[in-house]
Structure formats: C-alpha cells, structure tokens
Nanobody, 115 residues
C-alpha cells in the first residue's frame, strides 16, 4: 500500500523560506515521477514541481528560480525547498507519485504566507 506523508508546512512571512518533506512508503521514489502540487482556497489544484526517475525536473512558471524539488534516495523522501515566498504561494501542498497508470496522493500540508 502506497503512503505519502507530507510535513514542513506552516506560517511564514513574505520573503521567507520553508522546506516541505514527503516520506514515501510502498513505492520507491527513484522509479516514480514524484511531484508537488498545491491548491489555494477556491482554486483548482495545480502542479508546482516534478522530479522524474532520471532526475529531470520541471517547475511551474510561477515558482521557477524560487522553489527546488529534490529527493533523498536512501531515505526514500522527496523535498520542496521554497524560498522568497509570497502570498500567492499560500495553499495546501500535496505530494504525488506517478508510475504508469498508478498515481497516489498524500494528505497535504498547509502553507500560509503572511504579508
């Protein structure tokens, strides 16, 4: 059974930083495409960043240059380093894994950026 558990969310002032973590079990992060998505109140869930099995990364235009996705193969974890946060980054952040037709989601962690 796949389990993705996010942590690291919280309240931060604009311009600050947070690092989100995603602990994976039941899958191996190195052979899945792992991603972070976010959902602001009243908005659809959107892609933030992904890292593929070949370590290729993609980012939403709104976070390029500020966010970095990475993974720790030994710990089977994925991270999202978020710098220069602004109010538009507020939302629930979800860890996602994809391999073929199989996709899984974590329960989410809340990030609130105060101005």
């Amino acid at each position: 059974q796949v389990q993705l558990v996010e942590s690291g969310g919280g309240v931060v002032q604009a311009g600050g930083s947070l690092r989100l973590s995603c602990a994976a079990s039941g899958i191996i992060v190195t052979i899945n495409t792992m991603g972070w998505y976010r959902q602001a109140p009243g908005k659809q869930r959107e892609l933030v960043a992904t890292i593929s099995s070949t370590s290729s990364t993609t980012y939403a235009d709104s976070v390029k240059g500020r966010f970095t996705i990475s993974r720790d193969n030994a710990k089977n974890m994925v991270y999202l380093q978020m710098n220069s946060l602004n109010a538009e980054d507020t939302g629930a952040y979800y860890c996602n894994s994809q391999r073929g037709w199989s996709t899984s989601w974590g329960q989410g962690t809340q990030v609130t950026v105060s101005s």
